[in-house]
């Protein structure tokens, strides 16, 4: 076939599969569009899952009648007049594509009114071209309809699912925007119903409690944290561990409020939930990371859904500390100590959210929390009042249960032990990894039958990078031609039923940590986590004892190798005070 340039009407039909994939993505831009026209209220309509009908009406500044034929035309916008803009670029929308994407593939019709106009404007357009306009009387600020949407593709309306799937998917993000956006009023009817309505009166904890109901907005942490370093700042909310979800739906993201997909922030929640979930279960967030424009490139992806940063590492770190320091602060201590030395009620537990529930983390973990047991071993040859002995740094305990399958309840000298029994079997297991390659004597078992590797480039990054430390671990591999090695053994450890799989996670592991971390023992800390017993397994007495012997008899028995604690104490004086008794 010859080459020839493409008819500008099926040029914009492809075009505008970049922008506009389904009714949602119509919304998204509607929706973004009305944010950064600074809308109050915006209303969103849909009939037939969006396909058959979706109208997005705001109360925002409108557009003078003039303009409105303009924002048809591709890569016309009002939010970019130069180049250097381009590096801090403050609104959601950019690229003046959305208009004459969504115009392309549907009946689409736009009324408008600026608030200093007398009257409105209307214009319609079917499958790209202009079928009306004039003047419309109309209230002010701007409505879009868009009707039979994909009608003159097929091709594409056949990758819709149900019109009630295509509508949750609407209802998913009118739910991400109003968490993040609670100044503004969302409302949204599908089929005549309301589907959300939220108050928008600037109160996250409102907007949250609209979108989640009492229940699950209960379990919710508030995350407010700023990175003194960099100035970076996060906040929203994440789910305390016990509300978990069976996939990563429930995590949004935002940056600069604007709404992206990120692997690598979701990662960095799940490192800051380490050992506290079940395994593959996921928590709930809505986070917005405010960080200078100039340091994230939002400009690679056409439906804007993807951004670089300019230092990802300090991103993925920032947040994941001010989700730790949310959950810890969630930690059963200082709702204990609040409770008692302010004479105020916990604020955990209640049927719904009580007036303490959006405090954030930092003021709680502020509240005579002792949790996060640092304190060192006493120096050899001083006797101490907790029982300790020379050279051991935690006493001998009892145990007396387990809670929630994941905390071990035990009891020693001065008070009562709350045990993280994945942290705690992590570090036992680090140290025993760490201690027989240093001896040069890895616990190894052989596989039955080698297995052979199939890794992804970044794997094999970090596998070529670490065939000592994999070697003296207890890693037999043998190189089998090009890029290809047989699995022969592994640490002992290492008590999965899929061995290969197994080493291949924990290199996806390692490739993740060292985005944060630069040490020698991220591998091990990572065969540690990965083998380490999980929160919700049940464990009997015997197993509980054995793994607080072992805890004791480690060097360091107050944090997993992640630095994060293993173990809460609480003092015969703090529960003796909390009951009155002193
Ligand atoms: P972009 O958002 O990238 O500028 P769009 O095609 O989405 O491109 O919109 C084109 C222009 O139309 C915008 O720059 C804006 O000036 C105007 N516009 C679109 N929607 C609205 C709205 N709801 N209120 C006011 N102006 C709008
Ligand atoms: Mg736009």
């Known amino acids: 076939m010859p080459i020839k340039v493409l008819d500008p009407e099926l040029a914009s039909q492809i075009a505008a599969g970049e922008v506009v994939e389904r009714p949602v993505s119509v919304v998204k831009e509607l929706v973004e569009n009305s944010l950064d026209a600074g809308a109050t209220q915006i209303t969103i309509e849909i009939k037939g899952g969006g396909v058959e009908q979706l109208r997005v009406v705001d109360n925002a500044e409108g557009i003078q009648a003039d303009q409105v034929e303009l924002a048809f035309q591709r890569h016309a916008t009002s939010k970019l007049q130069h180049s250097d803009q381009l590096d801090c670029i403050g609104t959601l929308g950019f690229r003046g594509e959305a208009i004459p994407s969504i115009a392309a593939v549907s009946q689409m ?20 071209q202009k079928v009306s306009e004039g003047t419309q009387g109309c209230s002010p600020g701007t409505s879009v309809t868009v009707s039979d949407l994909f009608a003159n593709l097929p091709a594409r309306r056949k990758f819709l699912k149900s019109n009630s799937a295509e509508a949750s998917r609407i209802r998913e993000l009118i739910d991400r925007y109003a968490l993040v956006y ?15 309505t939220t108050p928008g009166a600037g109160k996250p904890e409102e907007a949250l409690l609209a979108v989640y109901g009492p229940e699950v907005a209960a379990g919710m942490l508030a995350v407010q944290d700023e990175d003194p370093e960099t100035g970076y700042r996060v906040s929203g909310f994440v789910s305390a561990p016990r509300l978990n979800r069976a996939n990563r739906t429930y995590m949004t993201f935002f940056i600069n409020r604007r709404w992206i997909q990120n692997r690598l922030l979701a990662f960095a929640v799940e490192e800051a939930y380490h050992g506290l979930l079940p395994e593959r279960r996921y928590p709930l967030a809505a986070l917005n990371l405010t960080l200078p424009y100039s340091e994230v490139d939002v400009n690679s992806h056409p439906a804007k859904r993807e951004v670089r940063f300019h230092n990802e590492s300090k991103v993925f770190s920032v947040l994941q500390r001010a989700v730790r320091a949310a959950l810890i602060a969630d930690s059963p201590v200082p709702e204990l100590g609040r409770s008692a030395v302010g004479g105020q009620q916990s604020s955990y537990g209640g ?15 502020r509240s005579g929390f002792s949790g996060r047991a640092d304190n060192t071993r006493p120096a050899s040859g001083e006797s101490t009042d907790l029982g300790l002995t020379p050279g051991q740094a935690l006493p001998t305990l009892r145990v007396v249960g387990q809670v929630r399958l994941t905390y071990i309840v035990a009891e020693g000298p001065d008070g009562m032990y709350l045990v993280d029994q994945h942290a705690a079997h992590e570090r036992v297991l680090f140290d025993g990894i760490v201690r ?20 992804t480039p970044s794997q ?14 207890g890693f ?3 190189s089998f031609g090009e890029n290809s090695y047989l699995l022969r053994a592994v640490p002992s450890v290492m008590t999965s039923s899929d061995p290969a799989q197994s080493l291949l996670d924990i290199l996806d592991l390692v490739a993740f940590e060292g985005l944060v971390r630069q040490h020698d023992d991220v591998l091990a800390a990572s065969i540690a986590c990965h083998s380490a017993i999980r929160a919700g397994k049940p464990l009997t007495e015997p197993e509980m004892r054995a793994l607080l ?8 028995p107050h944090t997993c190798p992640h630095g994060r604690p293993t173990l809460i104490h609480f003092s015969e004086y703090q529960m003796d005070r909390e009951f009155g008794r002193r």
Not at 460 to 473: D, G, I, K
């Open 109 to 128: 019709s736009l009324t408008t009114r600026p608030h200093d106009s007398r009257s409105g404007y209307q214009i319609q357009y079917r499958w790209g």
């Open 460 to 473: 094999m990054e970090v596998f070529q990078n670490n065939l000592t430390f994999l070697a003296s671990y």
């Open 351 to 365: 049927a719904g959210p009580s007036p303490g529930f959006f405090s954030s983390g930092l003021d709680r973990q």
């Open 476 to 478: 037999d591999v043998e």
């Open 436 to 455: 027989k390659a240093a001896d040069h004597a890895p616990e190894i078992q052989s596989l039955l039958m080698p297995v052979t590797l199939e890794m």
């Open 549 to 556: 012997e072992q805890l004791e008899a480690t060097d360091n």
């Open 182 to 196: 609670p100044e503004v009023q969302f409302r949204l009817m599908v089929d005549g119903r309301t589907s959300l």
